[in-house]
């Protein structure tokens, strides 16, 4: 019998549907939830956040430069013979009466040498190089921080970007499927005039035309659809997101907060911040390069091999280490120029920031503004072009009409339909912009989960 082997074929086919099967309706996300969610495992940010974790340590590792070390020291070694202290000539020891005594030879050593020890140091003073490295860890660590803010605004414009991207095609596509419907429905009733003889064929065969290239339009709608929602699946790592259209009124935020917001807290401004506090340090440990060094330093003996020489060496001891440098081959002078040109560069590049960043938001809130404008004015569009559209209709119904005329009314409606829609996406990612740069995204975040308010 086969029909078991047929079974399992079956199972064996429906299985990985069984597993990833996902449900038929979308989860409907609101832009706060997306954000959430992106925010929490984006690659990108998970990558950025590392970084600082890096930062991090190194700054931890640079706090324990001034401390003092202490290491524990051994060695073993095995030698042909054994250190001899041999006399080629007697002692003489001057006294009148006595003869030069000739001592024997003996080791100092044994074969087996081995030692081990404490041994420690700790710097006193360092020409300000220890105190200069942690403050440059230190601004390295905060420029990360800031590095990371900057990431998470360029991924919140991205998210709003894909987000609305979805409820535009959607919105696209929910008007090329009326736009379809209309046209079947032009497209029976210049059937029925045309058998009745009330309209030439022509008519007829014109209303097909509209209706083929509306099926057309709405085929390319559909598949923009597809995807604006696979690139938003994508940056959100989940299936089938379904996002909320926007239906808070279009507001217009103050322009003078918002840049002085910019001008103080924009993350870019304080990277080149703490850029400017690395270099100033750079600057200091360079500078210690001409300062002298100072350290204490000591040592222990744990365990010998219990020769001569052994014995002659001490137990322990402690000293003071001092060092001044009075010709060295590092290119200190060099680098000490260096270092100033970093800190001046940084200066200038935050300068700049900060020009183009007010420049940008000059520019975004323009564009918000003219946005809201075109969405709000579309109003008066949509309803002339509705009126135009249904005395297109009555008049085509009566023969007063051509076909050519109702199509030309459709798609008048359409377009301005589509004109609203596109002005109110313009509007959102120009609004992302302009609060990003300010670095406060709630308000989108809590207008887009505002439902059923008419504008």
């Given amino acids: 019998m086969r029909w078991p082997t047929r ?17 038929t309706t979308a989860a409907t996300w609101t832009l706060a939830q997306a954000w959430q969610q992106l925010d929490k495992h984006s690659a990108l940010l998970a990558a950025e956040r590392q970084v600082n974790q890096r930062a991090l340590g190194g700054r931890d590792a640079a706090a324990d430069l001034g ?31 006595f003869p030069a005594i000739e001592l024997p030879a003996f080791d100092l050593t044994e074969r087996q040498i081995y030692r081990s020890s404490l041994t420690g140091s700790f710097p006193l003073y360092a020409g300000g190089r220890i105190e200069a490295a942690q403050r440059i ?14 990431r ?38 210049a059937s029925l005039l045309a058998k009745q003889g009330q309209i030439a064929e022509v008519e007829r065969l014109n209303a097909q035309v509209a209706l083929d290239q509306a099926k ?17 699946d994508s940056l959100l790592q989940q299936p089938q997101v379904q996002p909320q259209p926007y239906q808070a009124p279009l507001l217009l935020p103050s322009l003078a907060s918002l840049q002085a917001q910019v001008g103080n807290q924009h ?36 365990l010998d091999d219990g020769s001569v020489l052994a014995e002659l060496e001490p137990e322990w001891f402690v000293g003071i280490r001092f060092s001044m440098p009075l010709f060295a081959n590092d290119g200190r002078s060099g680098r000490l120029q260096a270092a100033k040109s970093a800190e001046l560069e940084a200066r200038y590049r935050r300068q700049q920031a900060k020009q183009d960043l007010l420049l940008l938001l000059q520019s975004q809130h323009q564009a918000m503004a003219q946005a809201r404008y075109e969405y709000q004015a579309y109003n008066s569009t949509i309803a002339l072009a509705t009126e135009n559209r249904r005395l297109r209709q009555l008049a085509f119904q009566q023969g ?22 596109k002005a109110q996406y313009q509007y959102l990612v120009a609004r992302a912009q302009v609060l990003s740069l300010g670095g406060d995204f709630q308000p989108l975040l809590t207008d887009s989960a505002v439902k059923d308010i008419h504008q």
């Fill in 400 to 421: 007063l009409a051509t076909s050519l005329q109702l199509v030309d009314a459709d798609q008048s409606l359409t377009a301005a339909q589509l004109g609203q829609a």
């Fill in 7 to 23: 079974i399992g074929t079956a199972l064996l086919t429906l299985l990985p549907s069984l597993l990833f099967a996902t449900p």
């Fill in 67 to 97: 401390l003092p070390s202490v290491a524990l020291s051994g060695s073993y070694m095995q030698m042909e013979k054994p250190l001899r202290l041999e006399l080629d000539q007697p002692i003489d020891l001057g006294i009148p009466g």
């Fill in 267 to 302: 993350p870019a401004l304080l990277l080149f911040d703490a850029k400017q506090r690395q270099a100033r340090s750079q600057i200091d440990a360079e500078r210690g390069r001409y300062q002298p060094s100072l350290g204490l330093f000591g040592s222990y003996s744990l």
């Fill in 152 to 189: 998470r605004r360029e991924q919140f414009n991205l998210l709003v970007q894909r987000y609305y991207s979805v409820v535009l095609a959607q919105q696209l596509t929910q008007l090329r499927q009326q736009q379809i419907d209309a046209r079947q429905t032009h497209l029976h009733h």
């Fill in 216 to 232: 057309v339009n709405g085929q390319a709608a559909q598949h923009q659809l597809t995807l604006a929602s696979y690139a938003l």
């Fill in 137 to 150: 860890k230190q601004a390295e660590y905060e420029a990360s921080l800031q590095q990371l803010q900057i």
